[in-house]
């Protein structure tokens, strides 16, 4: 298996042969990689004033819990999901910070998903991590481009987005996490230890931002 930027519909053929709380473990995987975009807009808004508490890194480390066999009722998740929707720094959040809004959506998705483990859920997790590279890929071209140069296509964007060194990485490393799921019929503590750990790179992004 070989998962290409834009082709959800490969992801979504992957995702219909995962168990159901194997589904939230690759959302939970993907949501380790775009967390610290969040962890970087904190520290932005906290400078401003901002003293909210972290709930969406609260709510990741309850859902990798409830993956490993921890007892939590519907009512705590949707109440998780309610606050963290609620404590969103929306107030603060500025053009230099708009990986965290989807950092936190893609927290958000997951919650639901512990509700209902959809593969359509799973999927808007996975396009958040498609419109962040999308998005920032676009953004370092036209930060490197003269900027009167020639517009080009939405075709031609999409081609760079997915040669990008950062989108290629990302989806080896998302094929490779399906793979795995695939063959691991429990969702054991230590699979899901290693899973979780691989997905952090190393306190980066995947961007490589912290």
Known sequence: MNLKYGQLDILEQELETLLPMHRIAFAA???????????????????????????????????????????????????????????????YENVDTPEGQRAAGAILYTLELCLAPSVQQTISVAEEIHETLFEYIDYLRCESEDEYSEDISHEELVEIVSNHPFTVREMAKQSEDLQHLQETPTLTTEFLQRLRTSSENGGKSLLDLS
């Open 29 to 91: 995987a993907c949501c380790e990689k775009l967390y610290p975009h969040y962890d970087i807009l904190l520290r932005i808004v906290r400078e401003e004033g901002w003293d909210g508490e972290d709930l969406f890194r609260i709510a990741l480390d309850e859902i990798w819990q409830f993956l490993a066999g921890k007892k939590v009722d519907v009512t705590r998740f949707r109440q998780l999901h309610f606050d963290c929707d609620q404590s969103y720094p929306s107030d």
